[in-house]
């Protein structure tokens, strides 16, 4: 199953701006099917006007959740200065467990947990204004098994941190970060989620597809990931029939998802025609459409292949996918 997620979200119970149900109602208006409430341990601007557990957004959301059919995974923010910078702990059992002076005793105590940790947004200016750096630090966090993800999109992608997840074989995530409450999106919008490819629709299915690296980000019209998912996605989401009637072969493109997909053109036998008014521009297959393009075989030509780049899969830093149909 591809289940959407979010794991980076903020409540009244750290710097957010909403109570913690309003979270969930807004994920369950947009179709997620699992979202982790990751106030900050640190930082609780608002804890004189709402004192409590670092426990009380998810415990305050869980019902909420149960009712909406949402997964609410508890989590926290693990918010210190570079170096390491901003991590997220989530599947925890208790967040007030790691309110803990020295970062690598948060870290450890997350873990003792059996949580799952990611380093946030790498590319923030605020924290690395001039270069996405991986420091020391994070080749310590690295090798003790600690840090297991990174955000590859937090507000913008951040294409070292794509080449860090395929070299290191970390788990990718996009999510929100969302503090102020979530816009209504335009048809065909969405915000930053996580595609996760889960067994089943349960906690412990996310989990285990989450220790597996089995997830992509899903960022504006973009999917970035790893290509072994990636193709798999984009074969289960589209359906592609060829006929052929002398020197000209018919391509159907029948997507069956909610994606759109942008194809470009790539080197190819010049005998064959195809694409002819989208040199400049890609050919998009629509959501729930039914394409067809038309390939000329000239020169006597009988058999080929069309290829071309999926554009919007995003499988090595600002790569898109390579995908070829045989005719």
């Known amino acids: 199953m591809t289940l959407k997620c979010d794991f980076h979200i903020h409540t009244v119970f750290s710097d957010g701006n909403v109570w913690p149900t309003v979270r969930v109602d807004e994920a369950y208006r947009e179709g997620l099917d699992a979202i982790s409430i990751t106030d900050h341990i640190d930082y609780r601007p608002h804890s004189k006007d709402i004192p409590g557990s670092r426990n009380r957004s998810y415990e305050i959301a869980q019902s909420t959740a149960m009712s909406r059919g949402v997964i609410l995974i508890r989590g926290a923010e693990i918010t210190r200065n570079m170096p390491p910078g901003h991590f997220n702990a989530i599947f925890l059992s208790d967040v007030d467990e790691l309110d803990k002076p020295e970062y690598m005793d948060v870290f450890h105590a997350a873990m003792a947990q059996n949580a799952f940790i990611f380093w946030n947004h790498p590319h923030w200016a605020r924290q690395q204004p001039d ?87 899903y960022f504006n019209e973009y999917i970035i990931g790893a290509e072994i998912h990636l193709k798999e996605l984009f074969e289960n989401a589209v359906e592609i029939n060829v006929t052929k009637t002398d020197n000209m072969a018919s391509v159907t493109f029948k997507n069956k998802s909610d994606l759109e997909f942008h194809l470009r053109k790539t080197s190819h036998d010049e005998r064959l025609t195809y694409f002819r008014n989208y040199n400049l521009y890609p050919y998009i297959i629509k959501p729930q459409s039914t394409q067809t393009i038309t390939v000329r075989m000239n020169d006597g030509i009988e058999s080929g292949d069309v290829n071309f780049i999926v554009e919007n899969l995003l499988v090595e830093p600002e790569t898109g996918m390579k995908y070829t149909v045989g005719i």
């Open 131 to 217: 270069n996405t750096l991986w420091l020391p630090e994070h080749t310590q966090l690295l090798e003790q098994g600690i840090m297991q993800g990174i955000e590859v999109v937090n507000g913008s992608y951040s294409p070292e941190a794509h080449r860090w997840c395929l070299e290191k074989k970390l788990t990718m995530f996009g999510n929100s970060d969302v503090h102020a409450p979530m816009q209504v999106f335009a048809p065909g919008k969405h915000r930053t989620m996580t595609l996760v490819f889960a067994r089943d629709k349960t906690p412990e299915a996310v989990y285990e597809a989450l220790k597996e690296q089995r997830t992509a980000v």
